[in-house]
């Protein structure tokens, strides 16, 4: 069983470069959720889906864009990275986002 | 949204039973109790979850008094690999999503 996967694993990007990071789960989940998570610091969110077809903005989602492709995948899309962006990206899914959550094993982002 | 506070570090030994309390003082009447366990370099883990009294399972007991303003998770007889980093949050209902705190970092020594 996958579960819920990330990729990339690492990732270096220039400022004011673009990309994609892909989550993709297994499990039939309804809600998925991106976080991020700056070095000793807890998680904070990015974003999350409740359901396909919705998208929501959490507590830091400046710079930040997401889709929801289908019920399986959630991607997070950084249109012009700044340093500040240098962070361990998590995605995340749960059945109704009351119950566990099942968390991928994260992305390590830097932005130079 | 219910604040948490719990402990920012705790230190053990291997075999102890280890004990991390966590307060929520104004827990609404239909939130519950979650807990998450985190490695280095490793995504969250769902450990137990509760809304009152004691829920045990395979890896951990959750105590939760009668008034819910706190909740002390008891991992039994710990071993070096219970190194990790402890998450209390309070699920509110009406939100859609959880929110982190800083956690409790938990070094279990030989």
């Known amino acids: 069983n996958a579960g819920v996967t990330q990729t990339p694993k690492f990732q270096v990007l220039k400022t004011g470069q673009s990309m994609t990071l892909q989550c993709a789960q297994d499990?039939?989940?309804?809600?998925m959720y991106w976080y991020r998570q700056d070095p000793g610091m807890g998680l904070r969110l990015i974003y999350y889906s409740a359901s396909e077809g919705t998208t929501d903005k959490g507590e830091v989602p400046n710079g930040y864009n997401v889709s929801r492709l289908n019920k399986r995948e959630f991607s997070l899309r950084l249109e012009s990275a700044a340093p500040s962006q240098t962070s361990v990206y998590f995605c995340?899914?749960?059945?109704?986002?009351?119950?566990?959550?099942?968390f991928g094993s994260g992305t390590r982002l830097t932005v130079v | 949204l219910a604040k948490t506070t719990q402990p920012i570090s705790m230190d053990s030994y291997e075999g102890q039973e280890v004990n991390i309390t966590c307060s929520h003082n104004?827990?609404?009447?239909?939130?519950?109790i979650t807990w998450y366990q985190q490695f280095p370099s490793q995504g969250p883990r769902f450990i137990i979850q509760?809304?009152?009294t004691k829920v045990t399972n395979e890896v951990a007991s959750l105590f939760i008094p009668a008034d819910r303003k706190s909740s002390t998770l008891s991992l039994p007889r710990v071993s070096l690999s219970d190194t990790a980093v402890y998450y209390c949050l309070v699920v509110d209902t009406g939100r859609r999503a959880l929110t982190f705190g800083s956690g409790t970092r938990l070094q279990v020594q030989p």
């Open positions: 995340a899914s749960s059945e109704t986002g009351r119950d566990g959550y099942t």
């Open positions: 499990m039939n989940h309804n809600s």
């Open positions: 509760g809304y009152k």
């Open positions: 104004n827990i609404a009447t239909n939130d519950y």
